[in-house]
């Protein structure tokens, strides 16, 4: 049995029989079926679903965004504003997908060549908690406009939103097993990898996890894309805004109760406007409310599980042993979490090193933009880092030097369905979104005619 359990009150709210093997086989089975007709359906045929499950998320918004804020602590406007950009995801596909895998015409010695971009079959998504309908979307929207078929594993403690999220592709009128949600735990994934019905596997979560999944998939010669950790820099330049900075740093920080891969973990200042800058932002922080998720005021809720809390707690209190000097927080209440700001953060302590998963952010003061850049990329993560400054002609010669998958300026780095996403290094590989997302789970067939 797989249980959700309310990370604010600790009620369980839902319990899940876990699929057997023979079960988890027939689904395959019926994926496997449903992709020979799905894959012969026209663009306008999936288009016109696929606006379907937009509005069906935006009728039902309060129903989907309250069992989300239920399982996993998400403050519930943060939640709505999720269920509206998986209605985003689906249109921006219903519109696009179409015209994204046209095919390519390159000029050769051919009389016509070019690359057809065609489905693979049944893809496997293996999915995190943190935003439970947002990081299926991302996947499932250009995965069925492909022509391919979704099948997902989710995090263990937000089956309810999975079932959900099948139940949107249902109540929008998709053929059934279109996607399909499977219950099980992580045990299950390896045999369904492994199995020859199923092409490749999308990951997003943990490095650990990202490399079991990998590894099989590469014993196996599949394709996989992995969407991991990170611990993305905030850097302040020393023209930059403050006042416009601070504001986008306490969202990039602080949002989704500092549970988010592409948070601004690292807040990197200027030393001469460090004082002036880190005066605010505190000023900021401290007004944050917490409180119960369900409330619409609330924007610092609790974290997804007790266990998580543990781990940040550790991280910290491990970092204070180093030298790091909490100015801001650092208790911790069961599954609530102060919002909290530790200075002196360097290389060799845990919340400089590795992802901390929860409202904390770390900072350090470099003295010139040399030392700025060689900070950002000392981190293994790489998934995006944001700059802040008022020079235009700076930031262009800065973007180079960062070896992130993202730079953004003057904003927070977030995702757009008309922006691929993805990282570097530990943080993954393979892009999500705009026409670079979908083609990953395609064939790139490469067509070539010598006459007519
Ligand atoms: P996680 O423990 O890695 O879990 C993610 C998913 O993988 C869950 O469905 C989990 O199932 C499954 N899983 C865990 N171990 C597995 C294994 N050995 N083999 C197969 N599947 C396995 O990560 P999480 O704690 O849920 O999520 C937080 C992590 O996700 C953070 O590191 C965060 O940065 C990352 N993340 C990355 C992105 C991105 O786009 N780059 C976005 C969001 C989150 P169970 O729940 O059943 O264990």
Known sequence: MIISRNPYTGEEISNHHELSDTEVEKCIQKAHSRFKSWK?????????LMMKAAKELKDNS???????????????????AEIEKCAWVCEYYAENAESQLENEKIKTDAKNSYVAYEPIGVVLAVMPW??????????????????????????????????????????????????????IGSKKVENIIRHTNVKAVTLTGSGRAGSSV????????????????????????????????????????????????????????????????????????????SGDPMDKETFIGVMAKESLAEDLEDQIKDSVKKGAKIILGGKRDGTYFEPTIITGAKEGMPIFDEETFGPAISVTEFKDDQEAVDLVNSSNFGL??????????FALKMVPKFEDGAVFVNELVKSDPRLPFGGTKISGYGRELSHHGIKEFTNRKTVYFNKY
């Not at 309060?62 to 709505?80: D, F, L, S, V």
């Not at 991302?138 to 079932?163: C, D, E, T, Y």
């Not at 995006?384 to 002609?393: A, L, N, P, R, Y």
Request: with cysteine; net charge neutral.
């Open 62 to 80: 309060r129903e989907y965004a309250e069992a989300i804020t239920k399982e996993m602590g998400k403050p519930i406007t943060q939640a709505t």
């Open 384 to 393: 995006g880092v944001s700059i802040f400054t008022e020079d235009e002609k």
């Open 40 to 48: 012969e359906t026209s663009f306008a045929e999936r288009s016109n």
């Open 214 to 289: 990998a590894s099989i998939a590469g014993e196996e010669i599949k394709k996989s894309v992995l969407e991991l950790g990170g611990s993305n820099a905030l850097v302040i330049f020393k023209d930059a805004n403050i006042a416009e900075s601070v504001k986008t740093c306490v969202q990039a920080r602080f949002q989704n109760t500092g549970q988010s891969c592409i948070a601004g973990k690292r807040l990197l200042i200027y030393k001469d406007i460090a004082e002036e800058f880190l005066d605010e932002f505190t000023r900021q922080v401290r007004e944050l409310k």
């Open 130 to 183: 943190n935003y439970p309908f947002w990081q299926v979307f991302r996947f499932a929207a250009p995965a069925l406009m492909a022509g391919n078929i979704g099948i997902l594993k989710h995090a263990s403690n937000v089956m309810l939103s999975a079932n959900n999220i099948q139940k949107v592709f249902e109540r929008a009128g998709f053929p059934k097993d279109c996607f399909q949600n499977l219950v």
